[in-house]
Structure formats: C-alpha cells, structure tokens
Nanobody
C-alpha cells in the first residue's frame, strides 16, 4: 500500500519562501507521477504542480508558474514543492498525490494515492 506523508507546512509572511516535502513508501517511487494539490477552506481542491516519474517533465498551474518549483529525489522517495514569493491567496492545505497514469496531470481524479496534507498559511 502506497503511503504519502507531507511535511514542512508553516506560517510565513507574504513575499516569503517555504519548501514542503512528501515522502512515499510502499511503492517503486520512480514509477509514479507525483502531484501537489491544495485546498482552501470552502474551496475545491485545485492543482498546483506535477512531475513525471523521471523528473524530466513538470507541469504548473498558471497561478503559481514562476513562483513555485516542483522537484523530486527518487533516491529518497521524496517530492518537494519550493514556494517563493508567497501570497496570502496561497494559504491552503497542501496535499501530495501519486498516480501511474500519464493522462491529464491536473485532474485529481486520476491520482490514486493521497497524503494527509500540510497547512501553509501566508500572512499579509
């Protein structure tokens, strides 16, 4: 059974930076595309970024492009989301997810496994 555990969420000021991590277990990590999604209170879960199993291809939501960077270390079974120039509207619970589908990267329904989430709060 694949398990995903996020960490690194925190309270940061607007304009600041934060890196969240997600460690996977119970799978051959490099076989999975990994995604980051976020959910603010009262809002649907939205796509943030995704990365292919090799790390060679990345995808970003327009709202974070140029500010966030997704990366992975397959030797450590870990995916990262580096968040720079944070804005109050980035406040949300951030979830990592795994899929072995290579269809649309931004559709949450294609992801089979999810972590429990980590809270990121950006103060103005």
């Amino acid at each position: 059974q694949v398990q995903l555990v996020e960490s690194g969420g925190a309270l940061v000021q607007a304009g600041g930076s934060l890196r969240v991590s997600c460690v996977a277990s119970g799978c051959t990590f490099s076989n999975y595309r990994m995604g980051w999604f976020r959910q603010a209170p009262g809002m649907p879960r939205e796509f943030v970024a995704a990365i292919s199993g090799s790390g060679g291809t990345t995808y970003y939501a327009d709202s974070v492009k140029g500010r966030f960077t997704i990366s992975r270390d397959n030797a450590k079974d870990t995916v990262y989301l580096q968040m720079d120039s944070l804005k109050p509207e980035d406040t949300a619970i951030y979830f990592c997810a795994a899929t072995n589908s290579y269809l649309s990267a931004n559709y949450p329904g294609l992801y089979d496994y999810w972590g429990q989430g980590t809270q990121v709060t950006v103060s103005s």
